[in-house]
Structures are given as C-alpha cells and as structure tokens.
C-alpha cells in the first residue's frame, strides 16, 4: 500500500556529511510512524532512528544520537535522515521504514524501501 523510495546516499569520508531523502506514495504519509534502519554486510538489520506522525517525537539509537537528526515533511512525503560527523561504522544499506506503532524492532514495521548504500572511509 505504501511505496517507499530511499536516496542521498554515497561515499563520504570520516566526519563528513550526508542527507538521505525517503519519498513516500500516498496521502496517508502522516499516518505512519517513519523511521531508519542500517544494515552492514553480515549484521543484523540496526535501528537508527524514528519519528513521529506530527514531528513531536524522535527516538535514536545510543550510537548515532547527537550526530543523525531525523525529520519528516508530510506536505512532501518525505522523511529525511541527516547525517553528521560520519564514522566507517556508519558504514551500510540504510533502509527506510513506515509502520503503524513505535518500535525499535525490525519485525514491527510493515513497509520497507529498497535502501541506499552509505560508505563512509577511513
């Protein structure tokens, strides 16, 4: 029901910057909690962050707060996911996510995007 489409990723070096962009199909986006998940080859999909429907609340993983900012336009459709101070662990697929609760689980979530490769070198 729900198209999700990630973009903005890239090879950045450590301590730079990027935006990744989540454009959203519908009308019913500000509907949907939005958030970040990463995947490193051989890792267990990672929550990152969420938001939610009316940007009054955002949760981050312990790893990446204070340096990622969540956000979310629903006029555009769009979440964004910005991204500071990058390290190489930041390294992964970073998946878009939209469900109907708040969780940090990948298993709660009920619509996925393709994903957009972040590398970040050393």
């Known amino acids: 029901q729900v198209q999700l489409v990630e973009s903005g990723g890239g090879l950045v070096q450590a301590g730079g910057s990027l935006r990744l962009s989540c454009a959203a199909s519908g009308r019913t986006f500000s509907s949907y909690v939005m958030g970040w998940f990463r995947q490193a080859p051989g890792k267990e999909r990672e929550f990152v962050a969420l938001i939610s429907w009316s940007s009054s609340g955002a949760l981050y993983a ?25 390290k190489p662990e930041d390294t ?24 957009t490769q972040v590398t970040v070198s050393s």
Do not use: E, P
């Open 62 to 86: 312990d790893s990446v707060k204070g340096r990622f900012t969540i956000s979310r336009d629903n006029a555009k459709n769009t979440v964004y996911l910005q991204m500071n101070s990058l």
């Open 92 to 115: 992964a697929v970073y998946y878009c996510a939209a469900g109907r609760k708040y969780s940090a689980n990948a298993q709660g979530w009920d619509y996925w995007g393709q994903g």
